[in-house]
């Protein structure tokens, strides 16, 4: 039987939100406070959900002590406590939660094989989250 | 189509162990979970049916039945528990959060009369949760 387990984890990053596309008017007028110089925090909250058959002898879907070991590895590690302007990811995109979210998908989908990466959502704060499913809709 | 979402809580205890397994491999695949005396968890259902709303009662689903399912086939037998030695469905199955929300699905989709179940969700703890739409 095929079930989804979602994961949640928390990292704290800053960042400022400012294209180099834009005049500095339309960077002010577009992101508002979060195109203020020096940045800003927040305390992120990124919920993996993997799928597969639930492994009869194990009755899982996957080992969490390995969902761990790769998101603390290779997400948490490398974005905790760190300005997301400053990474090279994000040289020439606006570290906005919509591309961040895009980014962690793509290292877990590339890294991850234990079972089948559906989603990745963020929540940059408990008012504001998103999704990305790759080129699936995430389920319902 | 509308979606109705019911949530309820429960606590039990449980421990993983295959009995095909050694104990080196027991211990080592499951880890503190393995700890044979078993640990707890407040766990947190939610039970989403859907279905077109009848234009009569402008429901989807009798919450009240459906609140009453879920209390007997789900609560009675499963709340504060030791879901290894108490639960028939895990006498021979580990009671992971993945066989728990399938063994919820089993006992509740039989039993619902208008709605069609979606999906069931359990929350091990507020960061680890498992969903279940019934899929084979």
Redesign the interface.
């Known amino acids: 039987?095929?079930?989804?387990?979602?994961?949640?984890?928390l990292f704290s990053a800053s960042h400022r939100l400012h294209s180099e596309a834009m005049s500095d008017e339309e960077n002010q007028s577009t992101y508002g406070k979060c195109n203020n110089p020096y940045g800003h925090g927040h305390n992120y909250i990124v919920e993996i959900?993997v799928s597969g058959p639930?492994d009869e002898?194990?009755?899982?879907?996957c080992?969490?002590?390995d969902l761990d070991g790769f998101i603390e590895r290779e997400v948490l590690a490398r974005y905790g406590h760190e300005n997301l302007n400053t990474m090279q990811e994000f040289t020439k995109e606006v570290p906005t939660t919509e591309n961040l979210c895009i980014q962690i998908y793509e290292i877990v989908q590339r890294g991850f094989h234990y079972a089948h990466l559906e989603t990745v959502r963020l929540e940059e704060t408990m008012m504001n989250s998103f999704e990305y499913a790759g080129n699936s809709e995430a389920?319902? | 189509m509308v979606?109705l979402t019911r949530k309820a809580e429960f606590s039990a205890s449980h421990y993983?162990h295959?009995a095909?397994?050694t104990p080196e491999e027991n211990r080592r695949?499951?880890?503190k979970c393995n700890n044979p005396n078993g640990h707890g968890h407040n766990y947190t259902l939610e039970v989403t049916v859907k279905g077109e709303v009848d234009p009569r009662s402008g429901f989807v689903v009798d919450l009240k039945q459906l609140k009453e399912v879920m209390h007997r086939e789900v609560l009675d037998a499963m709340d504060h528990r030791f879901l290894n030695k108490e639960v028939p469905e895990f006498l021979h199955?580990?009671?992971?959060?993945?066989?728990i929300?399938?063994a919820i699905w089993q006992r509740l989709v039989a039993k619902l009369e208008r709605a069609k179940l979606h999906r069931v969700r359990v929350y091990e703890t507020?960061?680890?949760?498992?969903?279940?739409?019934g899929?084979?």
């Open positions: 039987m095929k079930a989804h387990l979602s994961r949640r984890y959900t639930v002898k194990t009755g899982m879907v080992n969490l002590t389920p319902r | 979606y993983y295959n095909d397994f695949v499951f880890g199955q580990i009671p992971t959060t993945e066989n929300a399938i507020p960061d680890l949760f498992v969903d279940f739409y899929e084979a």
